[in-house]
């Protein structure tokens, strides 16, 4: 694996150093294709996500597809003006020479993408590395193994290994990958291993962005449209199954108004998926059966039910649950 992934790494690095990323036609020919095959491949996407995480044709295009497909066009459009050259004034301690802002491309990128949102969170950062001139690596998850195979087959054809490589397999290869020195690092993951990605990254004091999960309270105040911060709270939190990291992890209510929120919350519910969520073809589902096993763990050690807590980890199933005092 090591002796590949230098390879790789080597490839790439003769590939940038030849000049022809640097070119703006070059790029937008890549994002071109790139947009193309995304096209083209939509209900291929969307039917991959399914069998992943139960994600409907509609939310897999609003959640992931679109969002591509949205910063494709954003990049193709503005590219010629993002990579002109421009004047800019200089400090008089440098008269009577001129100063100009010229954008160059930094070199390999390293585009690490989680389960969650595994189409959207591997192509949006590898359409910026491509706009601005870079060759890339791309790792995607191993949990999301229909998506996984079927993105490494879109970048396959589109795009020479030299320019574009797609890794596959576990933690481990990630932990080889970062062993490399690269030119710029993109992870999307959790804190634990964004230390990690850090660590590695400040050896070589290579430019990172880290895209990490968080707790994202919830505030529902006294004055607050009941029914609709509940039918907000409930999409915002059920789509994808809660497993987005900006979902509504916990709310305060103020007291006057919980339990007309808590009935509404219930309500909403019942209006997106059904009486029984698990007959929905809109309701996702988690994304292993050891993560289900270990929400269905959570759930009934931490507080009071107050709807929902059913759970069928063989099937990835969590149902939709409010649960009180926590």
Avoid at 30 to 39: I, Q, S
Avoid at 268 to 284: E, W
């Amino acid at each position: 694996m090591e002796k590949a992934i230098d390879e790789i790494i080597t490839l790439q690095r003769k590939f940038f150093a030849d000049g022809a990323t640097r070119a703006t036609a070059f790029r937008l020919d890549a994002l071109t294709k790139l947009r193309k095959a995304v096209r083209e491949r939509t209900d291929a996407l969307s039917e991959a996500l399914r069998e992943d995480l139960n994600k409907s044709a509609g939310e897999s295009y609003l959640t992931e597809i679109g969002l591509v497909m949205q910063e494709l066009e954003c990049h193709i459009r503005h590219l010629k003006r993002w990579s002109r050259s421009r004047r800019v004034s200089t400090p008089l301690t440098l008269w009577p020479s001129r100063s100009r802002i010229r954008p160059e491309p930094l070199g390999v990128a390293l585009i690490v993408a989680p389960w969650n949102y595994p189409v959207q969170l591997l192509l949006n950062p590898l359409v910026g590395a491509l706009s601005a001139g870079n060759c890339a690596v791309l790792k995607s998850s191993p949990l999301v193994p229909h998506t996984e195979a079927l993105l490494k087959r879109l970048i396959g054809e589109v795009f020479p290994p030299g320019y574009v490589s797609f890794l596959e397999g576990g933690p481990e290869v990630v932990e080889e990958v970062l062993k490399q020195r690269f030119d710029s690092i993109f992870f999307t993951g959790g804190s634990a291993f964004g230390q990690t990605v850090m660590r590695a990254a400040a050896e070589h004091l290579t430019p990172l962005t880290l895209e990490l999960g968080g707790k994202s309270p919830c505030i529902v105040g006294r004055d607050a449209d009941i029914p609709l911060a509940a039918r907000r709270i409930v999409w915002g939190k059920l789509l994808n199954a809660g497993q987005t990291c900006v979902a509504p992890d916990y709310l305060f209510v103020h007291a006057d108004r919980k339990r007309q929120l808590c009935v509404e919350m219930e309500r909403a519910v019942r209006r997106f998926f059904g009486d029984d969520p698990r007959l929905s073809d809109d309701y996702p589902r988690i994304v292993s059966v050891q993560a289900a096993e270990r929400l269905q763990r959570m759930m009934h050690g931490s507080g009071k039910i107050l709807f929902g807590g059913t759970c069928d980890p063989q099937q990835r199933y969590v149902a939709p649950t409010l649960i009180d005092e926590p």
